[in-house]
Each structure stands twice: as structure tokens, then as C-alpha cells.
């Protein structure tokens, strides 16, 4: 059940394919704009897929000094962005009065294995130790993103990096929360970012057969839930949450998008690559965070899916919604932001969280766009193509990783007077 100290949500940052600041990445995803093009970041035409979804208007200097951005892995650059788009929207400064009193929760997956490992490795088999940069080893680790977060933002608390594939940013959500929630900090900045799109990883990507091989339309390349799909997106970019202690937040007036209501988190253990087509570990997530909210599963009126276009992955989701709401799964709009955005990996739960709270202020669910030529195994209504108006209090949010792991959130409008 839940737990007496409260989080809420206040401030989110958004760099993303469709969209630099919410309001921008909120306009493309209402209006069903996609972010999917023609790969720029490297010579593609050699590679079985072709499209993917880049922040191709990133200005790493708009948000770091160049001499920090000169040296910092794209995945780190990213995640600085977001992060300070995220303190400004919540109006937050870490001042040293309260930096102990902040932690980061923050993760990626790809890391700077595209850009800085494959550079610094190149220069070692060439040139030898000589000719390795001397920051290599610190830029492209798991960990720089969130030591960079603290060190820009001036955060003395804990600093926590997540690695959980596509749950990260759900799973840093969490972490974040349980920080908040146990006392060892009022805020917390959570989220997640990722870079794959450069040669070498965005390779390994296309070597694994889960990328779409439709080539001839970029935009309608992600589509999730149709019956021709054909492979997830991939993508790039960072989001990241402010979260407080719901008194704290009352405090100072911030502005507040939602609460964190309950968590659930669970893993197939299937395989690396297979999903669980009958849902049930899914579904035992979304049960325990169902039971966390202390909700009924009638009480959730949104779903903000995982929906990648991996046509296993699609149905794991469907079936996962039936077992978890029953009939209710029937009657609530479920969306895919994949279908705009592609898979941005460590960076989707955070993407989808700042969408749910934008549906929640807005009471407008986005659409899942490329719905075309229905799935009988995926026969829920995922809004297709149209946004649309809807009484939305609280919102589901699930994730799925490569390896089965399976996390769940559920946020919704925070009560006053508690």
C-alpha cells in the first residue's frame, strides 16, 4: 500500500526526436507528428535499416559550456539538457542550502559506446596508448551521465545510475521516488538518455534483427499494434523528471503535474531476446503497482504503453493489459508514443511518464499514429491516428526490456488536503 511521505511530480525536460522542451515535444505528439527520418548522423545506405529517430536540432552548447561539451559522450550532453529544462520548468534551483538535500537517479544503455569507445578503441589499435584521449575513460562509462548531472547542477546527495535496457528511465523514476519516500532526500532528478545512432552501435542494433526494414517511408516506419509491423525505431534522447516530497513541493508553490502512485517490477526470465507472449509477467507488474496505488484496476482510465512495433513485444503488451484490468482494458484509450518518437531505450519510460503527465493537465490522449490494418492479437483501442479528449486522472505506464525485464507506473492527479 502506499506509504505516508508523498512524491510528486514538478518539472519535466524533454529532449527528444519530435521536440526540444515539452511544449514542443506536447504539440508534436497531439498533432500525431513524427520524429522518424532519414539517418544524417552517419552514411546508412549500406545498412538494412535506414531510418531513425535523431534530435537533429541539438545544440550541445544551447545548454553546456563548450569546453565541457567538447569532451562529454552525446548520451551525457543529452541528459544535461533535459535536466536543466527540467529545473527550469519546475522553477528549482539547487542552491547549496539544499544540495544535500537532492539526489540524481539517472540511466542509460548504449552509454558512449558509439561515439567516444569506438573513437577511443580506433585510436588504441592504430596509434596505441598515445593515442587514446586521456578523458576516454571517464566519458563513455554508465555512470558520467548521472556524475555530470550532479557536478553541473551542483547536487550533493546520492548519485544512482540505472541500467535496466528500456525500463531504465521507469526504473530511475522508482529509485527516485524511494529516496524521496525513505527520507534520504526532498527532490530528486530522475529520468534517462540514450545515443545509439552512430555507426557502431546502431550496427550491432541491425545485426540483432529487431530494427524495421521499411526504408521507404521514415514516418510511418514505427507502428505500433498494426499488423504490419515489422521491428522497432531506434532513437535518441534524454528526459528528466523533477520529483519532490509533496509538502516541500506545496512549500515553495511549485507547480505540480502529478503523484507517483504505485510501482511494480518484475522479470520473464526467458531469454535475451524473446518475450513472454502470454503477458503474465507483465501483468503481475502492473498487479503490484496496481495494489502499491492502493487502486482497483477500474480506477486506471489511461495506458501510456511500452509499444515498440516488435510484433512479440506488441502482443506481450496487449495480453499483459487484458490479464492485469480484465474487461476494463477494453474500455480506456492505450497509447504508443513510439509511434512518433521511435525507441529512444533508457530514455522511453521517461519520455512516456512526461507525456502521462501532460495527458493528465491536458485531458487530451495522444494518438498511436500508423494505425492502419488492425491486429486480431492486439484488439484494444489505442487511439488510432487522432488525438482525443478524455477524463484522465490516472495513468499506467509500463516498460519492457531486451533480457525480460518488465517495470510498471502509475501516476496520477495529486490530491490536496491529505
Request: aromatic residues 8%; contains cysteine.
Amino acid at each position: 500500500m502506499r506509504k505516508s511521505r508523498r512524491v510528486v511530480i514538478t518539472g519535466l525536460g524533454v529532449v527528444a526526436p519530435n521536440g526540444i522542451g515539452k511544449d514542443a515535444f506536447w504539440d508534436a505528439l497531439v498533432a500525431g507528428k513524427s520524429g522518424i527520418d532519414y539517418i544524417t548522423a552517419f552514411d546508412a545506405s549500406d545498412y538494412p535499416c535506414r531510418v531513425a529517430g535523431e534530435v537533429t536540432n541539438f545544440v550541445a552548447t544551447d545548454f553546456i559550456q563548450t569546453r565541457k561539451a567538447r569532451v562529454m559522450a552525446r548520451f551525457s550532453q543529452l541528459a544535461v539538457a533535459s535536466t536543466r529544462l527540467a529545473l527550469e520548468d519546475a522553477s528549482l534551483s539547487i542552491t547549496p542550502a539544499l544540495a544535500t538535500k537532492a539526489t540524481v537517479c539517472f540511466g542509460n544503455s548504449s552509454t558512449g559506446l558509439g561515439d567516444v569507445a569506438t573513437e577511443g578503441f580506433e585510436a588504441l589499435r592504430k596509434e596505441g596508448v598515445a593515442g587514446v584521449k586521456p578523458w576516454t575513460v571517464l566519458e563513455f562509462p554508465p555512470h558520467a551521465a548521472a556524475s555530470y548531472l550532479a557536478i553541473e547542477f551542483g547536487i550533493k546527495g546520492r548519485a544512482i545510475s540505472i541500467s535496466s535496457n528500456c525500463c531504465t528511465g521507469l526504473d530511475a523514476i522508482q529509485t527516485g521516488y524511494e529516496q524521496i519516500v525513505e527520507g534520504h532526500a526532498a527532490i530528486a532528478v530522475a529520468g534517462g538518455s540514450d545515443a545509439p545512432i552512430f555507426y557502431s552501435s546502431f550496427g550491432g542494433f541491425c545485426a540483432l534483427g529487431a530494427l524495421t526494414k521499411r526504408n521507404d517511408s521514415p514516418g510511418e516506419a514505427s507502428r505500433p499494434y498494426d499488423r504490419l509491423r515489422d521491428g522497432i525505431v531506434l532513437s535518441e534522447g534524454s528526459a528528466t523528471l523533477v520529483l519532490e516530497e509533496y509538502d516541500y513541493a506545496m512549500e515553495r508553490g511549485a507547480p505540480i503535474y502529478a503523484e507517483i502512485l504505485g510501482y511494480g517490477a518484475a522479470s520473464e526470465a526467458i531469454g535475451m531476446r524473446k518475450g513472454d507472449l502470454t503477458g503474465r509477467v507483465m501483468a503481475q507488474a502492473i498487479q503490484e503497482a496496481i495494489y502499491r496505488a492502493g487502486l482497483s484496476p477500474s480506477e486506471i482510465d489511461h495506458i501510456n504503453a511500452h509499444g515498440s512495433s516488435l510484433p512479440d513485444y506488441d502482443v506481450c503488451d496487449t495480453n499483459a493489459f487484458k490479464e492485469a484490468l480484465g474487461s476494463h482494458a477494453y474500455r480506456i484509450p492505450v497509447v504508443s508514443i513510439k509511434s512518433m518518437i521511435g525507441q529512444p531505450i533508457s530514455a522511453s519510460g521517461g519520455f512516456q511518464t512526461a507525456a502521462a503527465c501532460l495527458t493528465i493537465r491536458e485531458q487530451l490522449v495522444p494518438p498511436t499514429i500508423n494505425q492502419t490494418t488492425p491486429d486480431p492479437q492486439c484488439d484494444l483501442d489505442f487511439v488510432p491516428n487522432v488525438a482525443r479528449v478524455a477524463r484522465v486522472k490516472r495513468v499506467l505506464i509500463n516498460c519492457h526490456s531486451f533480457g525480460g525485464s518488465v517495470s510498471a507506473l502509475i501516476i496520477g492527479q495529486a490530491e490536496t488536503g491529505l
